[in-house]
């Protein structure tokens, strides 16, 4: 009596929770992994979307899977129990997609700023490693004139005075031009680590533009340049007075050099209702349209060959002597459109530069003083 009882008792007895799970399990599986292969397969296809698509998939996928296991074990019986299961489900939804979203976008942010910050610091370690390749070369071209020089007067080679006079003036060249040289790394490397203090001040700028052509003027003649100035009423800049002059006086240098004898270099300086413009017109025959947006850069100078066009620094030889020094127009460090454009946005201004006429213009733009 007492066994049949036990009996009874063991087959009227609830299923354990091992037993509901070995019997809902494959409903749940059978309903929710088709669910989740889509959202896969959707994952897969939308990569290209950005990250905010595919945080929003990745919460949303296990959520509708979620629910397809629910009703299927529940057979779509919609019962007090499921109703309020779907109630959480839903609240949960409404909670964590926004909140996924919010994070996807967070995460493509910071994704999208982090490769920009390496993309930026590649191209500045590139920049740096070819700065410091084409200014040693540079550097390298004047010292050897200097050593060979130095090593003619020393042993004897050049003796006749007006020789002499013409070598010490080629070392004093030489090493004037290295002297800027150093000077412009100094000044390039103060506005790349933004160590750049200006002194500012109401500057007149045509009194600018007159100083600088006057400092200009000398070299564009030893060229055969006419050197010409068109100001209209001085437009009046906050800035620093040193460093617009190094502004004008690179541009107009720059004009110089690359503009043949018996043609003309111009600077105009006017203003409008907003801002003062300087613009230096000259004729060198026009920049490729593909290189325009690279004047600016750190030692570009339009041309893969770095050394300058000079003669040979120390003369050439002649039946075993040494005649004098070739005279030519020194090149320029490369620096020089760099430093400019630095300059001038350290006064919130821009420089551009286009085609114009039988050569290109550069132009420079400063607030007007208030």
């Not at 390749?133 to 042993?155: Q, Y």
Request: charge should be neutral; hydrophobic fraction near 45%.
């Amino acid at each position: 009596m007492l066994a049949l009882t036990a009996t009874t008792a063991a087959a009227t007895a609830p299923p354990t929770v091992l037993t509901e799970i070995v019997h809902v399990a494959p409903y749940a599986v059978a309903f929710s992994l088709p669910v989740a292969l889509a959202g896969s397969a959707a994952l897969h296809k939308l990569r290209r979307r950005g990250l905010a698509t595919s945080t929003t998939v990745l919460v949303l996928t296990p959520l509708v899977a979620t629910l397809a296991g629910v009703l299927g074990v529940s057979g779509f019986m919609f019962t007090p129990i499921l109703t309020t299961t779907l109630v959480i489900c839903l609240l949960v939804a409404l909670v964590t997609v926004p909140t996924g979203v919010l994070l996807g976008r967070s995460l493509a942010r910071r994704s999208v700023w982090e490769r920009d910050a390496r993309a930026r610091e590649r191209t500045a370690e590139a920049a740096r490693r070819e700065l410091v390749a084409w200014v040693s070369h540079d550097l390298r071209t004047p010292l050897s004139g200097i050593r060979a020089m130095s090593e003619a007067l020393a042993d004897g080679v050049v003796s006749r005075p007006d020789e002499v006079n013409a070598y010490a003036h080629k070392i004093t060249g030489e090493a004037n031009r290295l002297s800027r040289m150093v000077d412009d790394l100094f000044e390039l490397s103060r506005i790349a680590a933004g160590a750049l203090r200006l002194s500012l001040s109401t500057v007149d700028l045509a009194e600018i533009v007159d100083e600088a052509v006057a400092a200009e003027r000398p070299m564009a003649e030893r060229k055969g340049v006419r050197l010409r100035t068109h100001a209209a009423t001085g437009p009046t800049v906050l800035g620093s007075s040193p460093e617009l002059a190094r502004i004008v006086r690179n541009l107009i240098s720059n004009a110089v050099r690359h503009t043949p004898e018996r043609t003309s270099v111009m600077v105009h300086v006017g203003s409008d209702d907003a801002e003062a413009w300087v613009f230096v017109d000259d004729a060198c025959g026009g920049i490729p349209e593909a290189e325009l947006t690279r004047v600016f850069e750190v030692a570009f100078r339009g041309s893969q060959a770095r050394s300058p066009q000079e003669g040979p620094p120390a003369g050439d030889l002649d039946g075993g002597r040494r005649t004098g020094p070739t005279a030519a127009q020194p090149a320029g460090s490369g620096l020089g459109l760099a430093i400019a454009r630095g300059l001038v946005e350290a006064h919130r201004g821009r420089i551009e530069a286009c085609n114009h006429g039988p050569g290109c213009r550069f132009e420079v733009r400063l607030p007007l003083a208030a």
